[in-house]
């Protein structure tokens, strides 16, 4: 550890930001100026949309079926397991463990996409 | 309550609030650069920075609303935890990896760096300030309800409380951007929640497992008590907030800016499924609390909201020292819920006054004498005193309601400009901000018109539609964004295939790989 670097005051969030990023401008004019980089990116871009909205319309499947379920099927809110409601166990317990297997499942194939990307760019 | 159990209630808000501003100052002497402040240097871990995010987002509405609602409308609203979770799935899978690739700190900074278009970045700056406020407000009806409940003070001075203790910590210079402090209020919030449950759920499973006396041929825990009328068009009303949710939670002014934290687009998605993570295990609880108060307090004295439930139901259980303790730890839980998330908007909210609402102004008045401490911290005070004011103003909507109407909000505004930015590359700036404006004025409007009761207890569609704006606001608005960018091609921004490399390429591949030779 070198002497602890010199105190600053920061006052608001820095707007500049984005400026002060690392410049990357190799894939970026390889996109620009090539017909290829178009194409590439187009692919992931679709990849990616496709990974995304085949999550959504799963979850959007317990979204729009739970409410229902509740309050449309007589009886599905008043059946019980013990003293305990079933829709608690359904709606209260067992969906945060399945958003989650969702999330995971997502972060995972969208690094596979990545990396076939990261591939694809490095053998060209 | 007597003065013992008040007493408990006082030690745990006041050891709350000493122990954010102390930890916030001691993570403040510690950081030194500018990297320190915004990134905490880029040392936090993922668990550490997803805890951050947690303990920022579980609010008043999370602590206290959740089981207030579910006590007095019944397990139909157990779908509401569901949504505030599902938000950040949503969050991840549409503009998790995109926007921090994007390097935007704030809403207004990625609309700027997408579209090139000062004009757009100042629609959405409005906009943030807007849903910030309306954000804010429940945090301090939320904290003056808290303490009213524990001690029995006008609702004012708990309201007063936050207010002060959040406008110091934030204008001495960012208890906020102090990752370890967020973090530490997430635990805190989860074991405030947590232990409560766990004993008077035992309580409960001890004393015979007693079932509400409530008979309502949906059983007991489904419909709603005899105090609080079912809600008209229950279908409608549910999914229409679920969809605020989903697509709200992305648009909040103190979220995207958590993800600047991230080293890249990778962490950011890993980080979010902790996040989600986090936020299931806290969301197991809410509902518990909010069924075991149908068990012990089949009705709440008058004038008392359902809001309060949580903090009543320890004494109800076991009165006594236990009661008085537990009321005590739930309390203390709550206040971190409202300094938390009050502080980490109010950091928001007045840095877009500052920059881009305010500082303009004063520079052109004063010569660009002011130092620019003096105009940020000016700027906190205006970002606290109108919500604070206006929580005074507004007493009628539930926690949970008011909450709701920001998500709202911000799903109808700056969720589409986040999604279509992301994703479609004809977006054009006129697109853009005419989805902003019609989102905008639409969705805000159904708020003003609620809160000031247009259409209530006339039963038809128009109370429901104009309380739960998403479901028609958010298409129309994204319609709107999408017709115009096609209608005027010329307004999409040359840089717009640069963007979206940027967006979406991974890292290693724009740090590594060489232009084509020739």
Redesign the interface.
């Known amino acids: 550890m070198g002497p ?12 500049d ?2 400026r002060r ?2 410049k ?11 017909g290829l980089g ?1 194409i590439y ?1 187009t692919a ?2 679709r990849a ?2 496709r ?2 909205l085949a ?2 319309v799963a ?1 959007g499947g317990i ?2 079926g ?3 379920l ?3 099927v007589p009886g599905a ?4 397991l ?2 305990v ?1 079933v ?2 166990l359904v ?3 067992a ?3 399945i ?2 297997l ?3 499942l ?2 995972r194939m ?2 596979r996409i ?2 076939d ?2 591939d694809l ?2 053998g ?1 | 309550m007597n003065t013992l159990a008040s007493g408990w209630g006082l030690f745990a808000i006041i050891l709350v609030c000493v122990a954010t501003v102390a930890v916030g100052a001691l993570g403040l002497r510690m950081s ?3 990297s320190d ?2 990134v905490a240097g880029r040392v936090v871990t993922a668990g550490w920075n997803a805890s951050a995010i947690g303990g920022e987002y579980l609010s008043a509405a999370s602590f206290l609303g959740v089981a207030g609602i579910i006590y007095s409308l ?3 609203m ?2 509401l ?2 949504g505030y ?2 938000g ?3 969050l ?3 503009v998790a ?1 995109p926007l921090r690739r ?5 809403i ?2 990625f609309a ?2 997408r579209l090139s278009s000062r004009r757009v970045r100042r629609i959405a700056s409005v906009l943030v300030v807007g849903i910030g406020w309306l954000y804010l407000l429940p945090q301090f009806q939320g904290a003056g309800l808290a303490l009213q409940t524990v001690t029995g003070a006008s609702p004012a001075v708990g309201s007063l409380i936050v207010a002060v203790v959040v406008l110091v910590s934030v204008a001495a ?2 208890m906020r ?1 102090i990752t370890l402090v967020q973090a530490m209020q997430y635990w805190l919030k989860l074991a405030a929640i947590s232990i409560p449950c766990f004993v008077l759920a035992w309580l409960w499973f001890r004393g015979g ?1 007693p ?1 509400p006396s409530l008979t309502d ?3 007991p ?2 419909g709603a008590l005899p105090a609080y009328p079912m809600r008209e068009h ?2 409608y009303a ?2 229409s907030t ?1 969809l605020a949710l ?1 697509f709200g939670t992305m648009g909040l002014p103190h979220v995207l ?1 958590r993800f ?1 934290t991230n080293p890249d687009g ?1 962490a950011a ?2 980080t ?2 902790i996040v ?2 986090l936020l ?2 806290f ?2 609880f809410p ?2 609390l909010g ?1 075991l108060g149908r068990v012990y307090l089949p009705s709440l004295p008058a004038g008392t909201r359902a809001d309060s439930v949580v903090l009543l139901l320890p004494s109800a259980v076991t009165p006594g020292t236990l009661g008085d303790l537990l009321s005590a730890i739930l309390a203390g839980g709550a206040f971190a819920a409202f300094l938390s998330t009050a502080s980490g908007l109010t950091v ?1 909210v007045a ?2 006054i ?2 881009d609402l305010l500082s303009g102004a004063m520079n052109r008045r004063l010569g660009g004498d002011l130092p ?2 003096h ?2 911290r000016l700027a906190s005070l205006v970002a606290i005193l109108v919500p604070y004011a206006a929580s005074w103003l507004a007493p009628g909507a539930t926690l949970a309601d008011t909450v709701g109407m920001a998500f709202a909000i911000a799903a109808s505004t700056l969720g589409p400009l986040l999604i279509l930015g992301v ?1 479609w590359r004809r977006l054009s700036v006129t697109g853009a901000a005419a989805g902003l404006i019609v989102g905008g004025t639409l969705a805000m409007g159904a708020t003003v018109a609620t809160l000031f009761g247009v259409g209530r207890g006339t039963g038809g569609w128009l109370p429901v539609l104009l309380a739960q704006p998403a479901a028609w606001s958010m298409p129309i608005a994204f319609t709107t964004a999408v017709l115009v960018s096609l209608a005027t091609p010329r307004s999409v921004p040359v840089n717009a ?2 963007a ?3 967006l ?13 030779a020739g």
């Open positions: 602890a670097p010199k105190r600053v005051r920061v006052v608001s969030p820095r707007r930001a984005r990023k690392e990357r401008p190799d894939a970026v004019e390889f996109t620009e100026q090539t178009e990116l992931l871009l990616q949309l990974l995304s999550i959504l979850v979204l729009v739970l409410p229902a509740f309050l449309l809110a008043a059946a019980t013990g003293p409601p829709i608690w709606a209260g317990v969906v945060y463990p958003v989650l969702a999330a995971r997502h972060v969208a690094e990545e990396r990307f990261t760019m490095a060209r | 030194r650069t500018t402040f915004y019944g397990t139909h157990l779908w935890p569901v979770t599902l950040y799935l949503i991840l899978v549409l990896a994007s390097g935007a700190y704030t207004p900074d700027e760096a210079g960012g951007s497992q079932l041929p949906g059983g825990f489904a229950p279908l549910t999914y679920l989903c800016v600047y990778r998605r890993r979010t499924v989600i993570a299931g295990a969301y197991l509902p518990v069924m928001s840095g877009v500052d920059q620019r401490t105009s940020f994703w295939a640069r979206m490399v940027r979406h390429a991974p890292e290693e591949v724009t740090a590594r790989v060489r232009p084509p």
